[in-house]
T-cell receptor
């Protein structure tokens, strides 16, 4: 089954404790992206990747890191989480077709709480 | 700066009627526009995509229009059903760059 898999689904942590949220897709997609979703603010892009070893900042990259060493994986790293990073996070992927990315496939989300 | 507005945070409609959701944008020239459905606690699911050179797109009970002069897209659900209740997001993109989402409209279809 074609899917984007995120782990964990729920995560509670404390300020300053490094964490990684994993994301994997089995569709051989070139494009992958991370979003956070907050009430009233909608989905905001954190980082995106056009292909292996190619990443770029989105709208709200501060406090986050990403890497794209393999095509299928795109982990999100919070080196020193803070309470304002409490949010619902989504990973998404898309095939690269011509001049457009076509539709995005989203994971089920990771609800992160930073105490 | 780019701005995307969806007509209202919430929209209530009677079952069987046509729901119309609006997406307006400013300071942007998207190559195409997408609509997604999101259920509570779940990731958005793609519904329809329309390109800048297309006026209208249909899929079953769904219809999307794209007016680049008005900088507006309309999303219609005909013969709405309670199962259509969800939050609907519009998203814009140009080229390979980042996709920008609106904040969404929560649709409630009342039996």
């Amino acid at each position: 089954e074609a899917q984007v898999t995120q782990n964990p689904r729920y995560l509670i942590t404390v300020t300053g404790k490094k964490l990684t949220v994993t994301c994997s897709q089995n569709m051989n997609h070139e494009y992958m992206s991370w979003y956070r979703q907050d009430p009233g603010l909608g989905l905001r892009q954190i980082y995106y990747s056009m292909n292996v070893e190619v990443t770029d900042k989105g709208d709200v990259p501060e406090g986050y890191k990403v890497s794209r060493k393999e095509k299928r994986n795109f982990p999100l790293i919070l080196e020193s989480p803070s309470p304002n990073q409490t949010s619902l996070y989504f990973c998404a992927s898309s095939i690269r077709q011509g001049a457009t990315n076509e539709k995005l496939f989203f994971g089920s989300g990771t609800q992160l709480s930073v105490l | 700066s780019q701005k995307i507005e969806q007509n209202s945070e919430a929209l209530n409609i009677q079952e069987g009627k046509t729901a119309t959701l609006t997406c307006n944008y400013t300071n942007y020239s998207p190559a195409y526009l997408q609509w997604y459905r999101q259920d509570p606690g779940r990731g958005p699911v793609f519904l329809l995509l329309i390109r800048e050179n297309e006026k209208e797109k249909r899929k079953e009970r769904l219809k999307v229009t794209f007016d680049t002069t008005l900088k507006q897209s309309l999303f219609h659900i005909t013969a709405s059903q309670p199962a259509d209740s969800a939050t609907y997001l519009c998203a814009l993109q140009r080229g390979y760059q980042k996709v920008t989402f609106g904040t969404g409209t929560k649709l409630q279809v009342i039996p």
